[in-house]
């Protein structure tokens, strides 16, 4: 990631806790026991800095990591040392095999043409490269559908190659309870039968946090690694990782009838003191979490107290109700955006999305630190 633009130090600040990404994949790797523990760290390790998240789960013990793209597969190489394996979940790209082996990327190969592509890859090379074969058992995305498997063993065996692993991916894994996780469950061991010997690998977060059934020789967390929710109506066991703080501008008095903000959808019942934060959407702080009248929004917390956002959020700033604070905010005085008082989470709930977005589109005008954090003495 290119440094943020403005990095003077007066706006806000987004901070990364190595350590608490660290405990998080040693947590779940207890849990995958008898499995191997991947980390999941596409999309800029969720929001959290790619090479530094991919540095800090290796220092935890991973050594299997999935990245999306080729050029994230590149920026974690460049990362880690030489005995890091990194898979690639989008599969292979068109005409980019020579890529993936030039960095030791391996292919997560979901389709005929994927696979054909590398097999001459393989034959070009006169070597085995490693891939893992991704079979789409019910989420209908990528993946070999089920009656192309014998077609994708003719394929392999005319060769004799041998996949470094099999994988398929759940779609209703936040939801335990759901059906479709048993069938895919079913669908997969069917699949494993066809390759005995090689590993298997089904779970993402909630899959490995839900059902032990699930974890076979790899498990892939993604969510989990960086503090958010995996699995729905659950209380989370994992970490915070990420604090997101911005400065109050200026405080501001208005009277009872007064609105606030763009459309002037929020009118004040009370006569109200005002900070005005600046964060805004284009920071990621998403436009859903607005106010109004009949619709309650979120809050950020100044001094530890929770104090709702009023109106609507703006591109770089918000409103939100200091009334009730023993003393008004100074300006410059952080507010926290997202921390220990209100989660990803808290805010996704609000916003009708998941932690997943509200993690991914943290890419704003702020300064991104790392720090290490001791582990709690609880
Ligand atoms: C993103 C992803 C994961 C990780 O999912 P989380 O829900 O974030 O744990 C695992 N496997 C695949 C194929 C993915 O695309």
Redesign the pocket.
Known sequence: MAAPAIATGYGGRLTVDLGALKRNWQALDKVSRGALTGA?V?ADA?GTGIAQASRAFYEAGARFF?A?TPDEGIAVRAALPEDSHIFI?SGLYPGSAPLYVGERLMP?LASIPMLEEWLQACAASNQALPAAL?FDTGINR?GFRLNETSIVKRLIDSIGYAPQMI?S?LAC??TPAHEKNRTQLALFTSVMAQFPGIPASL?????LMSNRDNHFQMV??????YG?R?VAGRRNPMAPVVTLEAPVLMTKDVKTGETVGYGALQTMSRDSRLAIVAIGYADGFFRSLSSSNNHRGTHVAINGQPCPVVGRVSMDMIGVDVTDLPRPPAPGEMAEIIGKQITIDDHADIANTIG?EVLTSLKGRYSRNYMESAAPTA
Do not use: E, T
Request: with cysteine; proline share 4%.
């Open positions: 999941v596409k969720y999935f999306a979940l997560c991704h990528l994988m991916h894994a936040d779970s993402n977060s909630a899959g892939r967390p993604g969510i989990a690694l958010g995996a997943y």
